[in-house]
């Protein structure tokens, strides 16, 4: 039996010759690996080279290289954020901390009919100069059509019109956008018609892009605004994505099982029709949605709006530019410090409203009020509670929704900071509404399948080391309307390409992102 000096000599020669780390390397140990496809978690280690996972499961330690101890916690994909309005704050915060504190590594943009005018240049510049996340973005609907029809957008495109639009979305399909995104309760996409749509849709579906829609009706109409998405998803042949999908409207509470059905059905058929869902049942927009027939005046659409679609207490502004100081208020609290009735108040917010948004849109043609990349500092924004949570519920579990935050970085409504860690902690731990491998997929592998992203949202050697650490008994969102930029709780660390953004409670500043084309 050799004695215990040889054995100490033979182990430090073998130490000696062992493989050495090149220094681009680091292996995250004892972990619980989650890897996003709703597989059972499993406890190995990560290695991660440069920006891209190497090994994963038994991972022998190189000499010298780092080591990150995950102490038995969960290891997942970074999550995927398939709706959010964050791209539009990076300027004012570089740290995108309402991201990457929760995990999220990638942002999609140009949501609900809106993106960068000129989405090349655009995209160009955040690839020269990174954020902190993974950038993607649609073309917006509402964008071109503005940029071809200018003020005079209330009405039906003219085939030239539609034509122009094409050459648009041509063009940022080109530079990468993932394909074309609407917004029609807003203004102008409200005023389109199916026929354009669907011109546009077919331009998108030649190149290889994607639809994704804040469809024309989450309440009143919701049912022919379903039908309309899943004709442009038939005809056109592409995939589609309902936006945020929600029942916002009394009288549709207790039908999320008939729209699953309806979905079912859908893709039964051959139609490629897909979703996302944020964990709230309060929505942020603007007063005017209310009015979806812009009859601002009708005083039976008012009283519908507060009796329906939310109510006096139930709304709150969150923005007023005609009067500052009614942001945080409810409309019953403004309607008693006015001596009127609700459905008063609320004709009277609007209309006040929009003579400040004419004055805005004046001032701006003259060169004046622009912010972010050439839009016009909103004049008026609420926080409305319109959902139920069964349907809430029963939205979470459909197999084909992903999630999402249609957050901002700096937005009133706590979706920004705290979607994800909410669905974890509430939805998956508190109530048992998911699984916490199935929320771990949704939010990471499923997302990225309805972005049609490669290289992303799974665990596995080969795919980029976008990657979360956090601990599954501690994660939950502390964002509140009155607090809505609390960071959330259980997020231990965050990797963006192989680089830490987030870790201990603050976020590093590294601006690892990369551009991710179509």
């Known amino acids: 039996m050799p004695s215990r000096l040889v054995i100490l000599v033979l182990l430090a020669l073998a130490a000696a010759c062992a493989p050495s780390a090149d220094g681009a390397s680091f292996v995250i140990t004892n972990a619980l690996i989650m890897d996003g496809t ?93 954020a902190p996340v993974n950038i993607a973005s649609y073309v917006g609907h509402g964008t071109i059509r503005r940029q071809v029809m200018g003020e005079d957008f209330k009405r039906v495109a003219t085939p030239a019109e539609v034509e122009a639009m094409q050459v648009l979305l041509a063009k940022g399909l080109e530079a990468g956008a993932l394909g074309l995104s609407s917004g029609l309760e807003y203004d102008p996409g409200i005023y ?197 949570e069964e349907d809430l519920a029963a939205i979470l579990r459909w197999p084909h929704a992903n999630f999402c935050s249609d957050g901002s970085l700096a937005g009133a409504h706590p979706r920004g900071f705290g979607s994800f860690p909410r669905i974890l902690g509430q939805y998956v731990r508190e109530r048992g509404v998911l699984s916490l491998a199935e929320a771990v997929r949704k939010a990471t592998g499923l997302a990225a399948a309805h972005m049609g992203f490669r290289g992303r949202g799974t665990i596995a050697p080969g795919m980029k080391a976008d990657l979360v650490l956090f601990d599954p008994a501690a994660i939950r969102d502390r964002a509140t309307p009155a607090d809505p930029h609390a960071v959330s709780d259980g997020v231990l660390r965050t990797w963006v390409n192989g680089v830490v953004v987030y870790a201990d409670g603050r976020a590093t500043g590294a601006r690892a992102g990369q551009v991710i084309r179509r």
Do not use: C
């Open 38 to 130: 709703g597989a059972p978690p499993r406890p190995g280690s990560v290695r991660v080279r440069g920006d891209t996972i190497a090994e994963v499961g038994e991972v022998a330690l190189l000499r010298g290289e780092p080591r990150v101890d995950a102490r038995g916690m969960v290891l997942a994909p970074g999550f995927i954020d398939t709706h959010t309005h964050m791209t539009e704050d990076l300027r004012s915060d570089s740290t995108a901390l309402a991201a990457v504190s929760q995990g999220i590594t990638t942002i999609v943009g140009g949501q609900d009919g809106g993106s960068p005018p000129e989405l090349a240049a655009w995209l160009a510049g955040v690839a020269s100069r990174p």
């Open 192 to 388: 389109s018609s199916r026929d354009e749509l669907m011109a546009l849709a077919k331009v998108t579906a030649a190149a290889g892009g994607r639809y994704i829609s804040h469809i024309r009706s989450e309440d009143f109409a919701f049912w022919p605004a379903i039908e309309e998405i899943i004709a442009i998803g038939r005809e056109a042949k592409l995939p589609v994505q309902v936006s945020h999908t929600k029942l916002a409207m009394k009288g549709l509470w207790g039908q999320a099982d008939s729209l699953v059905r309806r979905l079912d059905a859908a893709r039964a058929s051959g139609v490629d029709i897909t979703a996302d869902v944020y964990p709230y049942v309060y929505w942020q927009s603007t007063l005017t949605v209310l009015f979806p027939k812009r009859n601002f005046r009708d005083r039976r659409a008012a009283t519908f709006a507060l009796s329906q679609t939310t109510t006096p207490q139930g709304l709150r502004l969150v923005q007023y530019r005609p009067h500052p100081g009614w942001a945080g208020k409810t409309l019953a609290e403004i309607a008693a410090e006015r001596g009127v009735d609700s459905a008063t108040a609320l004709i009277d917010l609007v209309a006040e409203a929009l003579a400040m948004e004419d004055s805005v849109t004046r001032e701006s043609a003259t060169g004046g009020a622009q912010v972010g990349s050439g839009e016009v500092e909103p004049v008026e924004s609420i926080i409305a509670t319109s959902m139920s």
